[in-house]
């Protein structure tokens, strides 16, 4: 059964680009609710119980299990793993990457064009979703949305950086204003800094 991941930093230490109580909210509410739903169904099949949750994600289309089993794990799963990636992305220790950075402006033609896809990409998604950096399965870099909780570990894409964009992610602080939220959000990404 998977576990509710304990964070490597405190509720209150992305302030003031997320607030604290909508860490507390998002980290042990929401998140834990895709754990425990996510886990419920794991329960029924214990050949799922072997693999990570990854792995489920991955061999998603391929798992004997019925649709709304299916369905579930795909939403559930995917809240999971997709919560556990975005922590990791927006954590406060985190260090530049230099190879990273290097294969975006490879990719890109520079980190400001990247930055302008992944925002524009991130502030246009129409309802609930992640935006995404992506490797794909020939190894190059793409960013895109998907909806819900859709993982691209589903397409055979290798995340690397994602951006919840779930009103829970940010509505207590920043209301219907995604786009500012989107614009703050690029302060935490360490593994970026310019």
Do not use: C
């Not at 994600?57 to 556990?84: P, T």
């Amino acid at each position: 059964m998977f576990t509710l991941p304990k964070l490597p930093y405190s509720y209150d230490a992305l302030e003031p680009v997320i607030d604290a109580r909508t860490m507390e909210v998002h980290h042990s509410k929401h998140h834990q609710t895709y754990t425990d739903k996510f886990n419920a169904v794991i329960a029924k099949y214990p050949e799922l119980g072997k693999m990570s949750a990854e792995d489920i994600l991955k061999n998603l289309a391929d798992i004997k299990v019925d649709e709304a089993d299916r369905k579930a794990l795909r939403n559930h799963g995917g809240g999971y793993v997709n919560h556990n990636i975005f922590w990791q992305v927006i954590n406060p220790n985190n260090q530049p990457d230099q190879k990273l950075q290097e294969q975006i402006k490879e990719t890109f033609g520079s980190f400001a064009e990247f930055r302008k896809l992944f925002s524009d990409t991130a502030v246009n998604h129409f309802g609930s979703g992640w935006a995404w950096l992506v490797r794909d399965k020939n190894g190059k870099l793409k960013v895109y949305s998907l909806p819900n909780q859709d993982s691209p570990l589903s397409l055979g894409h290798e995340p690397i950086l994602t951006l919840d964009l779930w009103e829970h992610a940010y509505y207590l602080k920043y209301q219907n204003r995604r786009a500012e939220y989107v614009e703050n959000w690029w302060t935490l990404v360490k593994q970026l800094a310019q």
